[in-house]
T-cell receptor
Framework: AQSVAQPEDQVNVAEGNPLTVKCTYS??????LFWYVQYPNRGLQFLLK??????LVKGSYGFEAEFNKSQTSFHLKKPSALVSDSALYFC?????????????FGKGTTLSVSS | SQTIHQWPATLVQPVGSPLSLECTVE??????LYWYRQAAGRGLQLLFY??????ISSEVPQNLSASRPQDRQFILSSKKLLLSDSGFYLC????????????FGEGSRLTVL
C-alpha cells in the first residue's frame, strides 16, 4: 500500500536560513509525489510535484523538493526562509493508480519561521 | 479557469441535528470529486470520492454520506451528527488519474456541540 511519513511534527527556523521539511514514502511502482501548504483555516494549496525526470523539482514561492529514490525521500527545501512561510506542510503520494484511492497525505509538519 | 466553492464556511450544530455541506466546481466538466476531513488541524482523511454523477465510493464507515446529484456538485450529509463529526471538511477535485494535482476548496469548519 502507498504511504508517506513526515517524521517531524514541527520545524523551527530563523528567517533567512535554509529550511528542510522531511518526507519519506513507500510505494509499489513509480512514485508520484506532491507537496501542499495549508495556512490557518484555509484549504490546501499545491506547491510542487514529482512525476518523472529531474530529481530536483521547483515549485511555487521559491520552494523545491529533491526526489531520492535510494532513500525513498522527497524533502521540501527552501534556501532562505520567510516569516510568511510559516504554515502546515503536507507531503502526499498518489494512490489513484488503484481503484478506490486518491492522494494519500502525511500527517503534516508545522513550519515556524521566526524573525 | 476552474474554481471550487464550499459552503457554509463555518457551522455550529447540536448533536443529533442533520448536516449538509455543499461543494461546487466551475469551469470544468466531469471532474473527480473528493471529501476529506481534517481533525485537530492535522492529517487528512479521505471520506468519499466520486468519478461521476451518482457514483460515490466511501473510504471509511461513518455517520456521514455523500451524494453527487449533478456533474459539478458534491454534497456531504448526515442525518444525526455526533460530537466526533467535528472537524474541518475539505472538498477537492481533479481530472485524475495518477499525475494530476488535487485542487482544494477553502474548507468548512463544523463544530458539533
Amino acid at each position: 500500500a502507498q504511504s508517506v511519513a513526515q517524521p517531524e511534527d514541527q520545524v523551527n527556523v530563523a528567517e533567512g536560513n535554509p529550511l528542510t521539511v522531511k518526507c519519506t514514502y513507500s510505494v509499489s511502482g513509480n512514485p508520484y509525489l506532491f507537496w501542499y501548504v495549508q495556512y490557518p483555516n484555509r484549504g490546501l494549496q499545491f506547491l510542487l510535484k514529482y512525476i518523472t525526470g529531474d530529481n530536483l523539482v521547483k515549485g511555487s514561492y521559491g520552494f523545491e523538493a529533491e526526489f531520492n529514490k535510494s532513500q525513498t525521500s522527497f524533502h521540501l527545501k527552501k534556501p532562505s526562509a520567510l516569516v510568511s512561510d510559516s504554515a502546515l506542510y503536507f507531503c502526499a503520494v498518489d494512490g489513484r493508480e488503484q481503484a478506490g484511492t486518491a492522494l494519500i497525505f502525511g500527517k503534516g509538519t508545522t513550519l515556524s519561521v521566526s524573525s | 479557469s476552474q474554481t471550487i466553492h464550499q459552503w457554509p464556511a463555518t457551522l455550529v450544530q447540536p448533536v443529533g441535528s442533520p448536516l449538509s455541506l455543499e461543494c461546487t466546481v466551475e469551469g470544468t466538466s466531469n471532474p473527480n470529486l473528493y471529501w476529506y476531513r481534517q481533525a485537530a488541524g492535522r492529517g487528512l482523511q479521505l471520506l468519499f470520492y466520486s468519478v461521476g454523477i451518482g457514483q460515490i465510493s466511501s473510504e471509511v464507515p461513518q455517520n456521514l454520506s455523500a451524494s453527487r446529484p449533478q456533474d459539478r456538485q458534491f454534497i456531504l450529509s448526515s442525518k444525526k451528527l455526533l460530537l466526533s463529526d467535528s472537524g474541518f471538511y475539505l472538498c477537492a477535485w481533479d481530472f485524475g488519474p495518477a499525475t494530476g494535482e488535487l485542487f482544494f476548496g477553502e474548507g468548512s469548519r463544523l463544530t458539533v456541540l
